[in-house]
């Protein structure tokens, strides 16, 4: 399974992968009510605002390289614009690409593993 589907469900990865648009960089976004642009932690990964934006941008980054299958321990969240990372991984070295990958994404401040464990 992958990342996106696994954490957002089967309907979000199907969204992601018919169509053309989906990305992890922000492009300025128009604000649904009229006026302003979207703030870039809440731009969805096909330009709307969604809640969850820049989780399910890191979740879809992480699907796109190879390196980094899913790992069934892990979950990304997201306070504004900090990207949170929850639960297992098995070395250090990868928790770390992890973290490069979502400083990576448009409108990632910064990542808090502090809820993620090494074993």
Do not use: C, H
Request: net charge neutral.
């Amino acid at each position: 399974m992958s990342w996106l589907g696994r954490l957002f469900g089967k309907k979000e990865e199907e969204k992601a992968k018919n169509s053309k648009t989906a990305k992890t960089s922000v492009a300025q976004a128009p604000a649904a009510t009229g006026g302003g642009s979207i703030p870039s932690e809440r731009v969805g990964l096909n330009g709307e605002y969604d809640e969850s934006g820049l989780a399910k941008r890191v979740a879809y980054a992480f699907d796109q390289d190879s390196q980094l299958d899913d790992i069934e321990t892990l979950w990304v969240a997201q306070t504004g614009s900090t990207v949170v990372l929850k639960g297992k991984v098995p070395s250090q070295d990868l928790l770390n690409k992890m973290v490069s990958v979502a400083k990576k994404v448009d409108g990632a401040a910064s990542v808090d593993t502090s809820q993620v464990t090494v074993s």
